[in-house]
């Protein structure tokens, strides 16, 4: 019997403290300070923070082939870690398949990151998904870099400064990550 109410403790203490962090921020996050506080030489052309995104990666993709984060730079960046047995992630695929169809010729790239799925389970699930953007493997390098991730999905918005704007803890809605991403393309490439 003992043993049971130390394995129950252990979880509920899990569940606390990966909540924790959503509840504090409802699961989105301005990153750098306000655009009233910073100095102008430090402020981001496309939004109000001024941490630079480390896009000096080369992951595998789903085909093991190399994919270049730096390939990506000047583009609007949904940089999103996921699984695919994550429910939470699932509802927001649909999302990113709409918003990477509608703005991928805007300047738009969706880049998901499986935090531990093999390439043929990856294969399989964006083939059923009708995933058509770039998914990764997730490598310890850019785990270091955006992480450590306390539940999934995690997404990061990036401007096309590669400035990060906003982290996501949890899934976002299409709506309100259309506003966000709208709010970082060109307006002239929106027309």
């Given at each position: 019997m003992r043993p049971r109410w130390i394995v129950t403790a252990a979880a509920v203490l899990a569940v606390a403290?990966?909540?924790i962090p959503a509840l504090r921020r409802s699961g989105t996050e301005r990153i750098g300070p306000a655009a009233a506080a910073a100095p102008t030489s430090a402020r981001s052309e496309t939004?109000?923070?001024?941490?630079?995104?480390?896009l000096d990666f080369v992951l595998k993709d789903m085909h093991n082939a190399p994919l270049k984060l730096a390939d990506f730079k000047g583009k609007v960046i949904v940089l999103n870690f996921w699984a695919t047995w994550c429910g939470p992630c699932k509802e927001e695929i649909p999302a990113f398949v709409e918003l990477y169809d509608r703005y991928r010729n805007k300047g738009?790239?969706?880049?998901?990151?499986?935090?531990?799925?093999?390439?043929?389970q990856l294969q399989q699930f964006t083939r059923e998904w009708k995933m058509q953007y770039p998914v990764a493997q997730l490598q310890s390098d850019i785990e270091d870099a955006y992480g450590p991730f306390y539940g999934v999905p995690t997404s990061y918005l990036i401007g096309r400064d590669g400035t990060i704007c906003t982290k996501h803890l949890g899934p976002v809605s299409k709506d309100a990550f259309e506003?966000?991403?709208?709010?970082?393309?060109?307006?002239?490439?929106?027309?």
């Open positions: 403290l990966l909540t939004c109000d923070a001024s941490a630079p995104a480390k738009l790239v969706i880049v998901a990151v499986s935090i531990d799925d093999a390439p043929p506003q966000e991403i709208r709010a970082l393309l060109d307006p002239k490439a929106l027309l």
